[in-house]
């Protein structure tokens, strides 16, 4: 997958691998010095009159940096492994078009996907069932129509995300905020192992190593919104990293989607403020298409079920998307009677959409 000298990638890694090296640093290397074995040659003096830290000066003949390089060529020898670099056709066309894109890609599984026009789907790793259950009806639709489904390997939402489009035999492209010898979450592992067995990729621009530090994730914000033609938020607070990815995709010009919720739900928050800002409201599976006109679908547009789970199909279902409640809850917020509100429950119970546990009711999805 590398279309440069071996000597040459190796002293791309190397320079990768050096601390305070971000894209700019090592594009501005490329660009003074020609290439990175001429870089990495250079006198120290020629560095430092160039604006690179002493850090970064003063690592170029650290062992550990030249053994990281040949760890990664040793990697990229497995099957289903690939390094593309920012300046080989392989590189993803839309990324290459925003600032920071990364010099280089680790690449687990099919590389040729990152090409596929995607959509990224993000959202709360401590999101509510109906929003999970959101998150994978529309990776669903989306697969089936043709995108590829990109997020970020987390809990919650991410992992949604990335199940519903496998569930429909579609392409998933998770970008992580790890090495990728490192699976964060580890329970994650068999995921990780269905998303490269069905097409899809997990990308990271860290090294192999790379510990999950907090500082990595909006880096890999950034990537997973400049992969996509836009990016849809499921369920976010206003704290979320999720709206991170969604202002990064503001910036870089892609689509902002947002689905809302209930007032009274404080993971609806952060969606609501998105769309407060001029992201647009996302009802059905069909409102994001409609924006990217343009954009060849493969498949049938499939939006039944997400207007499924968006409507109110009974006067209780809508209290308990949001949380469990007991009974005295249901009363309370739902302004019916006692005996309504048991009336109601017993159908919805013996028609399988609710369920009692520890005194709360607690919604199912069909």
Known sequence: MVNCSPAELEARLRLHSLPDIGPQ??????????????????????????????????????????????????????????????DMPQYPALLAETAGAPPLLFVQGEPSVLEQPQ?????????????????????????????????????????????????????????????????????????????????????????????????HFPRRNRIISGLSLGVLVVEASPSSGSLITARLAAEQGR??????????????????????????????????????????RIGPVDTQPEQQTLELQHPLLELLKVRPLDTEGLVEFSKLSLQEVLGLLTELEIDGRVSREGGLWMYICK
């Open 25 to 86: 640093r090592f594009y501005k290397l490329l660009e003074v010095f020609a290439s990175a074995g001429s870089a990495l040659t250079a006198p120290a003096a020629a560095w430092r009159a160039i604006g690179m830290p002493q850090v970064s000066v003063d690592a170029r003949r650290c062992p550990n940096v030249r053994e990281q390089a040949l760890q990664a060529l040793r990697w990229v020898e497995q099957p289903q492994h690939s390094i593309i670099l920012h």
């Open 119 to 215: 959509i990224a789907v993000v959202g709360s790793r401590r999101a509510t069932r109906p929003s999970l259950d959101t998150a994978q009806s529309f990776s669903r639709s989306l697969a089936r129509a043709g995108f590829a489904v990109t997020s970020g390997l987390a809990l919650g939402v991410d992992a949604a995300a990335h199940q519903g489009a496998l569930e429909v035999q579609g392409v998933t492209i998770a970008v992580v905020g790890t090495g990728l010898n490192r699976v964060y979450p580890a329970r994650h592992r068999g995921l990780v192992q269905s998303i490269v067995e069905h097409g899809g990729a997990v990308v990271s621009e860290l090294g192999l190593d790379s510990a999950p530090h907090a500082c």
């Open 255 to 296: 689509e902002v989607y947002a689905i809302p919720g209930s007032i009274h739900a404080p993971g609806a928050r952060g969606c609501h403020q998105l769309i407060r800002n001029g992201a647009t409201l996302i009802e059905t599976v069909g409102d994001i298409l409609e924006s990217l006109q343009g954009w060849q």
